[in-house]
């Protein structure tokens, strides 16, 4: 096997998160450049295609949104804010999908640079042909520190749980 080879690997990270403040919404596609600028280079991953950044069309939840192909598949992200809600509660859910390798600790790192983070869950998944070689994690953090992880491989049917 030469190192050429391709392995069909995809990895996955979600994260899900309270903001904590709202964004500066005055110029979206502006911010959504520098997102992904800096999260690609900080993953290694390159754009396939023009980037995406539109407006919420829903008046119950404003905000925006980001997307970019990737020439390993694709990263994008849905802020938006409540309104009528005493604090406005922001929020942020965001995917990054690949086949080629990344640390989903650089991701959180950016998102929290460019969103603010408070609390997040997040999930982060190592795909594979077979499902029995598929390795999931849970995680939970506040700003770009990672509180809690919880590792699962169905091969082993066993949960490992490591509170960092």
């Given at each position: 096997m030469t190192s050429d080879h391709f392995l069909p690997i995809h990895k996955i990270f979600v994260l899900d998160a309270e903001l904590e403040t709202l964004l500066d919404e005055s110029n979206p596609q502006e911010f959504c450049k520098n997102y992904f600028t800096e999260l690609l280079e900080a993953v290694g991953m390159k754009?396939?295609?023009p980037m995406s950044c539109s407006p919420s069309a829903d008046p119950r939840a404003p905000g925006f949104s980001g997307v970019q192909e990737l020439t390993t598949s694709h990263t994008s992200f849905h802020y938006f804010w409540e309104p009528h809600a005493a604090t406005k509660n922001p929020n942020l859910h965001l995917d990054?999908?690949?086949?080629?390798?990344?640390?989903?600790?650089?991701?959180?790192?950016?998102?929290?640079?460019?969103?603010?983070?408070?609390?997040?869950?997040?999930?982060?998944?190592?795909?594979?042909?077979?499902?029995?070689?598929?390795?999931?994690?849970q995680i939970i953090g506040k700003g770009d520190i990672i509180q809690e992880s919880v590792a699962m491989s169905p091969r082993k049917g066993e949960k490992r749980t490591a509170v960092l």
């Open positions: 754009p396939l295609a990054l999908y690949s086949c080629g390798p990344f640390a989903y600790e650089d991701a959180i790192r950016i998102a929290h640079k460019h969103f603010g983070l408070g609390e997040w869950t997040g999930n982060f998944i190592e795909r594979q042909l077979n499902p029995l070689d598929r390795i999931s994690l």
